[in-house]
């Protein structure tokens, strides 16, 4: 059993289109969160909700936007895709410090 | 702030070489260290943790100490093999004042083991 698992794996678009990116993780972990990695390796912290609860709001254009229908589920909508959106972005979950990884989605704008 | 720096990659090195990834912090309370770990393609894996000062973390043979004094927490393996080629990033967790904890990680370092 996958314990964060995220769906799909690649995302290849174009430029201006809207995309979701799902989530969802069988842990029971209360805080889920939303990351970005540019192809250097960086990882950017997005947003982050506790039991569906907006905890984390980083600058991130508002064409992002998060959603949480329940704790287990953590979504990510993307409006009028740009190039510089390309990237991995990664869900992740934790009950206390340490965090489960969800293994990415490759997001290609073209 | 909190922050954590850990040392530019790429690492090179060969197969049952030792190695060491340098990774300090600063942080204002007490907080948690960790080390993960991204293969190619993967998400990120936790790959070890102390969670107070002189603490060791271990597994899969790498090891790392919580050293309070030098606010460290520099990752070691005794003999790598290509397999451990990857990304490590080292990451604290700290209480926030709301509540709940906040994460800061490292920028990761590519590590190659040749054959």
């Known amino acids: 059993d996958t314990a964060v698992s995220q769906t799909p794996k690649y995302l290849v678009t174009q430029m201006g289109n809207d995309k979701s990116i799902k989530c969802e993780q069988n842990?029971?972990?209360?805080?889920m969160y939303w990351y970005k990695q540019d192809s250097k390796k960086f990882l950017k912290i997005m947003f982050s909700?506790?039991?569906?609860?907006?905890?984390i709001n980083e600058t991130v254009p508002n064409r992002f936007s998060p959603k949480s229908p329940d704790k287990a589920h953590l979504n990510l909508h993307i409006n009028s895709l740009e190039l510089g959106d390309s990237a991995v972005y990664f869900c992740?979950?934790?009950?206390?410090?340490?965090?489960?990884f969800g293994s990415g989605t490759r997001l290609t704008v073209v | 702030g909190d922050s954590v720096t850990q040392m530019e990659g790429p690492v090179t090195l060969s197969e049952e070489a030792f190695l060491t990834i340098n990774c300090t912090y600063t942080?204002?309370?007490?907080?948690?260290l960790f080390w993960y770990v991204q293969y190619p393609g993967e998400g990120l894996q936790l790959l070890l943790k102390?969670?107070?000062?002189?603490d060791k973390g271990s597994n899969k043979g790498f090891e790392a100490t919580y050293r309070k004094e030098t606010t460290s927490f520099h990752l070691e393996k005794g003999s790598v093999q290509v397999s451990d080629s990857a990304v490590y990033f080292c990451?604290?967790?700290?209480?926030?004042?709301?509540?709940?904890?906040?994460?800061?990680f490292g920028a990761g370092t590519r590590l190659f083991v040749k054959a």
């Open positions: 909700y506790n039991n569906k609860e907006l905890i």
């Open positions: 942080a204002t309370g007490y907080p948690s």
């Open positions: 992740a979950s934790s009950q206390g410090r340490a965090y489960t």
């Open positions: 102390a969670t107070k000062a002189d």
């Open positions: 990451a604290l967790s700290d209480r926030r004042n709301t509540g709940g904890f906040k994460t800061i």
């Open positions: 842990l029971g972990h209360d805080t």
